[in-house]
């Protein structure tokens, strides 16, 4: 059934190293509301909406592994999606971090959508953050497509992976932001961003001055198309010369 958190009070759930499975999820409606998911916890959903209410902040965490000597050790902290959206960022604050090798799967047709549903395109009211290394890299391994809009940000640092097997698509309500920055110390890994189909940097007239940014060596790969200002006006594409790359696959254009 509904797992509704802060809705009339500040609400926190924690899955430390055990198993939650429900269908929708709704952090911050009226408060604040936090799922955090640490040492190798698993949680199973079929919709999450971060943010539900303007005067609502929802947070989901998404941390770690299992700890060394115990059993199950290196086993990754995850939540499955099923076939609704995750929305960070519905109607008030929402954020999404998945970090220290944590893992998130979003199964298609559910969308991955940023500040993309509605409400005011303020900044730092979505925000999606993808960063660091355990046993194995931090992941949010999107299935169908990615919308970042209203002023909402994406950020892959510090060896995270962003895999999007549809578009991921930037502008709508406002501008969207995508950031690739960084390489992990110790295992070297890029943050990487890969785009199994096209990329739209200004989707909407009203998602101008949406941004890609791919520094410190940070990595995006695109299978498909890569359009720059397709609608809204001055959006960009900033590359660091010395460190970050981008590359559109041979099927693909830019």
């Not at 549903?117 to 979505?126: I, K």
């Not at 892959?156 to 502008?171: E, K, M, Q, W, Y």
């Amino acid at each position: 059934g509904l797992l509704v958190v802060g809705s009339q009070a500040t609400g926190l759930v924690e899955v430390d190293n055990g198993i939650l499975a429900t269908d929708p999820i709704r952090l911050g409606s009226s408060a604040a509301g936090t799922i955090d998911v640490r040492n190798g916890g698993i949680v199973f959903a079929d919709g999450i909406d971060l943010g539900t209410a303007a005067t609502g902040f929802g947070r989901l965490i998404i941390a770690g592994e299992v700890p060394l000597g115990e059993l199950g050790a290196g086993f990754a902290s995850s939540v499955s999606n099923d076939t609704d959206h995750v929305r960070v960022g519905v109607l008030g604050k929402g954020e999404l971090v998945v970090r220290d090798g944590g893992s998130m799967l979003i199964e298609a047709p559910a969308r991955l959508e940023v500040t993309a549903a509605g409400g005011e395109a303020l900044a730092g009211r979505g925000i999606v953050t993808v960063a660091g290394v355990g046993t194995k890299r931090s992941t949010i391994d999107a299935r169908a497509d990615v919308r970042i809009g209203g002023r909402g940000n994406v950020e892959v640092s510090d060896g995270g992976l962003l895999a999007v097997t549809g578009a991921a698509l930037l502008g709508g309500g406002g501008a969207g932001v995508l950031t690739a920055t960084g390489v992990h110390g110790t295992s070297g890994h890029p943050a990487t961003v890969t785009v199994g189909g096209n990329m739209v940097v200004g989707t909407n007239v009203d998602g101008g001055d949406s941004v890609v940014s791919i520094t410190a060596g940070g990595r995006v790969a695109i299978g498909g198309t890569l359009s720059i200002g397709g609608f809204g006006a001055d959006d960009l594409v900033i590359v660091d010369g010395a460190t970050g790359a981008v590359r559109v696959g041979s099927g693909g254009t830019w």
